[in-house]
T-cell receptor, first 116, second 110 residues
Framework: GAGVSQSPRYKVAKRGQDVALRCDPI?????LFWYQQALGQGPEFLTYFQNEAQLDKSGLPSDRFFAERPEGSVSTLKIQRTQKEDSAVYLCASSSRPGGMDAGYTFGSGTRLTVV | GQQVMQIPQYQHVQEGEDFTTYCNSSTTLSNIQWYKQRPGGHPVFLIQ?????EVKKQKRLTFQFGEAKKNSSLHITATQTTDVGTYFC??????????FGTGTRLTVIP
């Protein structure tokens, strides 16, 4: 597609529930990033994929967070046993360059997760 | 880890006034990017600066990269209500991702 598509747009989860957030990057973009943005804050890096390889997951806050991109296109961010502190907007971005170096990122509209 | 600080955190200006936000890093940066995020929206890429001392312009927006590649600024001339939003700088130090600054939230009073 023309842009980065994320779904769902909004998700309300009960504490302890598992959630899965989907990102469909721009076709052909090798790099895919997940960011977490808390209210009033800047985006915080979670993880990076180059094609299907997860090259950096240093930003994942706990082992409850898991991301995959099995065929090098669509990616899923899964959060197990959600906690209230997981409430945030989860942004996906893609880039045509490996590592996103020297290229702007194109962000999706995000998924706003609210854990109640 | 990498920290990129932005000042001011908030800025209220009268429509037609100028606006500047500053971005500072303690380490030398490979490049710096600027993004705009409208209220309720997502970050949108504005520009990238790579060279020491580089200056780029986009209509009323002027972007600068410091000589030491540790700081940057965004200046908007004669603000309009369409300029409302949060402006983020984002830095790459050679790693695989961008570190976003704390952002400056701009409010333009008509």
């Amino acid at each position: 597609g023309a842009g980065v598509s994320q779904s769902p747009r909004y998700k309300v989860a009960k504490r302890g529930q598992d959630v899965a957030l989907r990102c469909d990057p721009i076709s052909g973009h090798v790099s895919l990033f997940w960011y977490q943005q808390a209210l009033g804050q800047g985006p915080e890096f979670l993880t990076y994929f180059q094609n299907e390889a997860q090259l950096d997951k240093s930003g994942l806050p706990s082992d409850r967070f898991f991301a995959e991109r099995p065929e090098g296109s669509v990616s899923t961010l899964k959060i197990q046993r959600t906690q209230k502190e997981d409430s945030a907007v989860y942004l996906c971005a893609s880039s045509s360059r490996p590592g996103g170096m020297d290229a702007g990122y194109t962000f999706g509209s995000g998924t706003r997760l609210t854990v109640v | 880890g990498q920290q990129v600080m932005q000042i001011p955190q908030y800025q209220h200006v009268q429509e037609g006034e100028d606006f500047t936000t500053y971005c500072n890093s303690s380490t030398t940066l490979s490049n710096i990017q600027w993004y705009k995020q409208r209220p309720g929206g997502h970050p949108v890429f504005l520009i990238q600066l790579v060279k020491s001392g580089e200056v780029k312009k986009q209509k009323r927006l002027t972007f600068q990269f410091g000589e030491a590649k540790k700081n940057s600024s965004l200046h908007i001339t004669a603000t309009q209500t369409t300029d409302v939003g949060t402006y983020f700088c984002a830095a790459q130090t050679g790693a695989n991702n961008l570190f976003f600054g704390t952002g400056t939230r701009l409010t333009v009073i008509p």
